[in-house]
């Protein structure tokens, strides 16, 4: 994630068979897959839509949102867009199996145009 917000605010360019990749499995590069989120700096944006930070979510759960529903409802992590399901998943040790991003195309056709 952090390599993708990079990308992003640097406005660099991103090839058609990583916009392939990323249909297929949620990844953007090769490496992305193995960032454990829970070994992310307690700064580093989990969910970008509500700004929610790693470092949220520990607190979080240190207060007993244990289960996604719990975390996502106290946090607010995942309840925009729900493109970061996963890694709050992962966050939470339950590896949920990659999802494709609903809206996807349209997501696409707008960066496009941006």
């Given at each position: 994630i952090q390599r993708?917000?990079?990308a992003v605010n640097k406005r660099r360019r991103v090839w058609f068979w990583q916009l392939t990749r990323f249909v297929e499995t949620g990844a953007l590069w090769i490496d992305e897959a193995s960032d454990d989120v829970s070994q992310w700096p307690a700064s580093a944006t989990v969910c970008n839509c509500t700004g929610v930070t790693?470092?949220?979510l520990d607190v979080a759960l240190r207060?007993?949102?244990d289960s996604f529903a719990k975390l996502s409802a106290s946090t607010?992590?995942?309840t925009v867009c729900g493109s970061c399901k996963n890694l709050v998943c992962e966050?939470?040790?339950?590896?949920?199996?990659?999802?494709?991003?609903?809206g996807f195309k349209?997501?696409?056709f707008f960066s496009f145009i941006a």
């Open positions: 993708f917000q990079e790693r470092g949220q207060n007993g949102a607010g992590a995942s966050f939470l040790g339950n590896m949920a199996a990659r999802e494709p991003v609903l349209s997501i696409l």
